[in-house]
């Protein structure tokens, strides 16, 4: 007699399993089942994968699910498996109603449990429990509701019962009894949520990290929640082997089989009054359309007209074999009605740049043929795969082109797609040190040997300190034992960051749902489960630097002008290279890296092409080729294995930068069609051994065929396989060139528009504020202090100066932003500084009011800062007799009287983050310069002098007894922690005041600052 486990959860019942897929199927070979069953709680998030994974390993996927139901004798809970496909959709549906309705009783899902064998669980069950309470009344009128499921079902409703615990023992009779009186079916459940028995600790963890409590107490039945083998099965059910065979009985049952060949592609609807139901000819007319508005508007040379038509009708050619029309209209769709209403759609990403219908469709903004892009490396007839158009949109407007796409559609055929946050290294030795209380001394010392980059097997190996830690203290020890068995598990369900689901039909069909924020629906299968169904993925993806474009070109005021086109913009802008070439990159898309920066400004660039080459190099492994390509850019003498490459690779000084020139290479050494050669270049980035011998025998063969040496053809490639691996995709690269051109020309026309939308985006990120302040100082801009009757939450523009935002100043928060500009707007600019206390007394507090006074936000009132601070109570005094007092108020003398230097910058840097107005390194800068002082981020081996304020002083004794000194400094743009070391500690402690100016001779050792002298400012 077999068993079958009928009450498994699985990882996917988030915190509350320990069981990973993969090391299930192990322990089921291991144990002998040929059947499971999946049962997590309200989800089915891992069905599919459930499913494949026991299909390929030859046991029978059983899918169910354990659905929480509201009873008016408390929580109730009843378990279901799907018979067939029908089922299936049915446990889906259920799923959705239990994750997005608010309450769901028995009787709400009567006409979905068809197909279905229903399981009332131990314990777990409204109706067993009454059995337990032997209230025959109240049970047999329940009953009737339960029988309901037996006739819609033919006799597949199943009492679950379980023997693990004593209590389940002890009323076991009393179920077997009333199901043998009443005729219902009775059968064997063993409820598991790890594999060992030694796996509850894992689960007590799992459910403290859940409860956020600390030690969470195991019961009698969760203590013996493991994976029972045939054996124990047989011997705990020996009593009643009616309940064993009738698990088997349960799977016989369910024969559920899922085939999902073939692409699910949602179909277009052409427009009314088009007068065309061919979608085929339908998108070719918009095509050929777009096409020649694209080459009047570009001003392409006639002769060349015939070259594009000849490309885009093999593309269309090729789009309407695989069946992909549906795809190309739906997504012209939607970039049309993002255009129309004014929604900055991105140039492009990916691949999709390559192909001349996305360019004529206005999908694209990248002129394939113009940039040598191929639409093989976007779309093969060789390798039938889903076109990949992915989107960029301003993040501030991405969710109106996905509410226009369910609007479109519908809401049960668009969804965005599940993620799972899982536990990494960190989360997991965090979480289990908090349920356990390790004291955070061990914490911290363990997190600095987690890297990210090894998993917790990988550290236990690799490092001898955290061995000698667990060796010598059990809670550590415990602490590594958990985490190895929970990383990777899932922890949290959250959303794709980009991707959207377009189904064929009503996605119920395909998974269940539950609701995202937005008020959209989201998958409960996550990505690759979507795609391996055949559904259409498509990303929207929101760029931050499409957003700064559009506010950009608003502040401008030439957002809607017909003479200003960012996609129209000339690309030999002389201002624009020279600003690139002067490594001004701060805020630009994909260039503001130094390292990017510091190649920008020895590529010397002149191009847009310079551009793309620049983002397509700067990546690990090809970085290395960098300075041989840049000494080839400039240089005359340039090499080639073979004359016939110099048209293909002369544009990159004869180094094969781009997967494209791969394909290209291939198609004119050896004659490989495009297709093939795509097929070569992903065998080179897999490295597949296997397919690399067969097709360098083919390659050579073609090459000998076209005329080319052996030799020759070896040469060439072996020279694919050099640098295949570092190709980057060209259409890619060029596209983001576009976003980063775009950018670098309007911060060269546009500097001040630029950067206080740059500054506005950096609210709070002082270190970046004080770089671009210091951008600004170079192009001649003023950056002044926020200003009660200018600023807002933005920075903003006025008389040639930037203001910096009061969402800068510490402390006073959005609300009280948003209530200070209300007041600014509906009563007019505050006259004063009592007028100012008068009217935002009501919502503002004296903290408050004290951080805008210390960062200068009153300063036009033409206070001094201490006068307005010492005034306060005696204004708002005043305010409550406003009316009466007002003479006393237009007439008072305030005290004239500052803080001093020291103080006045400090209570600055409190407020805004650094400092503007009082900055004491500004009076250094003469000084500086004549003592060759170098700024704290500029300190080298040797040693030099430097300046900067002391901000902390740790003391500590060396094994000599002696004492030396950790300190921190900090400058302008840097703060570094520097070792005085005891000879100069003893010479110099007395100079170590917080707060103090202090010149340093310093020198950097490694990554160590070491100070070899400190001088007070004064006696310098």
Not at 247 to 260: A, P, Q
Not at 776 to 782: L, R, S, T, V
């Amino acid at each position: 007699m077999k068993f079958c486990n009928l009450y498994l959860q699985t990882e996917y019942s988030m915190l509350n399993s320990s069981i990973k897929l993969d090391e299930l199927v192990s322990k089921l070979h291991e144990y002998e089942y040929d059947s499971a069953c999946i049962t997590d709680i309200n989800v089915m998030h891992g069905a599919l994968k459930f499913y494949s994974l026991l299909k390929k390993n030859n046991i029978k996927p059983i899918i169910g699910l354990s659905l929480d139901l509201d009873s008016k004798f408390g929580n109730s809970r009843i378990l279901l498996y799907c018979k067939n496909e029908k089922g299936y959709r049915n446990l889906l549906r259920l799923s959705t109603l239990r994750l997005t309705k608010n309450s769901l009783c028995l009787k709400d899902i009567y006409e979905l449990l068809n197909n279905l064998v229903i399981i009332l669980p131990y314990f777990e069950n409204d109706l067993v429990r009454l059995i337990f309470n032997d209230d025959i009344n109240v049970c047999l009128d329940l009953l009737r509701d339960y029988e309901v499921l037996n006739k819609l079902e033919n006799n597949s409703l199943f009492i679950g019962v379980s023997l693990k615990t004593s209590d389940e023992v002890r009323y076991s009779c009393d179920v077997m009894n009333f199901c043998e009186r009443f005729k219902l079916n009775s059968v064997a459940i063993s409820k598991t949520m790890y594999l060992e028995k030694d796996d509850s600790e894992v689960y007590m963890v799992l459910k403290s990290i859940e409860n956020g409590a600390k030690g969470y107490e195991l019961n009698s039945f969760e203590e013996n929640c493991y994976l029972i083998n045939q054996i124990e099965a047989i011997d705990l059910f020996r009593k009643y082997p009616i309940l064993i065979s009738n698990t088997i009985r349960i799977s016989n049952m369910c024969n559920l089989s899922l085939d999902y060949n073939g692409y699910k592609m949602p179909e277009y609807i052409i427009p009314s009054g088009k007068n065309i139901n061919d979608k085929n000819k339908y998108l070719k007319d918009l095509s050929y359309l777009g096409l020649k508005k694209r080459l009047e508007m570009n001003n392409i040379n006639k002769n060349m007209y015939q070259v594009y038509i000849n490309r885009l009708d093999y593309e269309l050619s090729v789009i309407s074999k695989m069946g992909f029309c549906d795809y190309f209209l739906i997504v012209y769709d939607f970039i049309s009605f993002a255009k129309k209403n004014n929604i900055l759609v991105g140039p492009g990403r990916g691949s999709a740049p390559g192909s001349l219908v996305s360019f004529s469709l206005g999908i694209t903004e990248i002129d394939p043929i113009k940039y040598n892009l191929l639409f093989e490396r976007f779309l093969n007839e060789m390798r039938v795969t889903l076109p990949d158009i992915d989107t960029d949109f301003p993040d501030d407007r991405r969710d109106e082109v996905i509410r226009y796409l369910k609007d479109r559609y519908g809401i049960n055929r668009v969804c965005h797609i599940s993620t799972f946050g899982t536990f990494q290294p960190k989360l997991a030795i965090r979480d289990i040190s908090r349920v356990i209380n390790l004291k955070s001394l061990y914490l911290d010392e363990i997190l600095k040997h987690i890297d990210g980059s090894k998993s917790i097997s990988e550290v236990l190996e690799s490092d001898n300190y955290i061995s000698k830690l667990i060796s010598s203290n059990d809670l550590i020890s415990f602490v590594f034992k958990i985490a190895k068995k929970i990383e990777n598990l899932p922890r949290n369900l959250s959303i794709h960051a980009a991707g959207i689901i377009i189904g064929d039909k009503d996605l119920l069909d395909y998974t269940g749902f539950s609701m995202a924020p937005d008020g959209l629906y989201q998958s409960q299968y996550e990505a690759s489960d979507m795609e391996s169904i055949g559904l259409v993925k498509i990303d929207f993806l929101g760029l931050r630097n499409l957003t700064m474009i559009d506010r950009i070109l608003y502040k401008i005021g030439i957002k809607d002008s017909n003479k200003f086109k960012v996609y129209n913009l000339p690309l030999n802008d002389k201002k624009t290279y020279d600003l690139l070439n002067q490594g001004f990159t701060n805020g630009i898309f994909q260039l503001e890296s130094v390292g990017m920066t510091d190649t920008i400004m020895k590529m010397k660039v002149n191009s847009l092409t310079d551009i793309c080459d620049c983002i397509a190099l700067y990546r690990p492994g090809p970085m290395d080729m960098i300075p041989s390509f840049i000494k080839a850019k400039n240089s005359k003498n340039i090499s080639y294995v073979h004359n016939d490459l110099v048209p293909i690779l002369k544009d990159t000084n004869g180094v094969i930068v781009y997967q494209e020139q791969i394909l290209m290479i291939a198609n004119r050494f050896s004659g490989f069609s495009l297709g093939e050669a795509v097929i070569l270049r992903r065998a080179v980035s897999k490295k597949n051994e296997k397919m690399l011998l067969s097709m360098k025998d083919k390659f050579i063969s073609g090459a000998i065929k076209k005329g080319y040496s052996k030799d020759i053809a070896s040469k060439v490639y072996d020279l694919i396989l050099k640098f295949a691996s570092y190709g980057f995709n060209k259409s890619h690269s060029i596209s983001y060139s576009y976003v980063a051109y775009i950018m670098a020309y309007l911060k060269a026309n546009y500097f001040k528009e630029f950067i206080s939308v740059l500054l506005s985006y950096n609210i709070g990120n002082s270190k970046q504020i004080k770089a671009y302040i210091k951008e600004c100082k170079k192009h001649g801009i003023e950056v002044c202090c926020p200003s009660i009757n200018i600023s807002t939450n933005e920075f903003v523009i006025k008389d040639n100066k930037i203001y910096i935002s009061l969402l800068q100043v510490g402390y006073i928060g959005i609300n009280g932003i948003e209530a200070i500009l209300n007041e600014r707007n509906t009563n007019g600019l505050f006259k004063d500084y009592d007028d100012f206390i008068i009217r935002t007394k009501g919502f503002l507090n004296k903290k408050q009011v004290e951080y805008l006074i210390y960062s200068g936000s009153l300063d036009e009132f033409n206070l001094t800062r201490k006068s307005m601070i010492n005034e306060y109570d005696k204004s708002i005094e005043l305010s409550k007799f406003a009316s009466i007092f007002k003479d006393e108020i237009n007439d008072r003398v305030f005290d004239s009287s500052e803080y001093s230097l020291d103080e006045v910058m400090k209570l600055e840097y409190m407020s805004l983050g650094f400092n503007l107005k009082f900055n004491i390194f500004d009076s250094f800068k003469p000084f500086m310069e004549k003592n060759n002082i170098v700024c704290l981020s500029n300190i080298s081996d040797k040693k030099s002098l430097s300046i900067g304020i002391l901000t902390n002083v740790k003391v500590i004794k060396t094994k000599k007894a002696t004492e030396m000194a950790f300190i921190n400094l900090k400058d302008d743009d840097d703060e570094i922690e520097a070792t005085i070391f005891n000879e100069v500690y003893e010479k110099c402690k007395d100079l170590l005041n917080i707060g103090e100016v202090l010149i340093v001779q310093i020198r950097k050792d490694n990554n160590r600052f070491i100070i070899n002298d400190i001088y007070n400012k004064n006696r310098y």
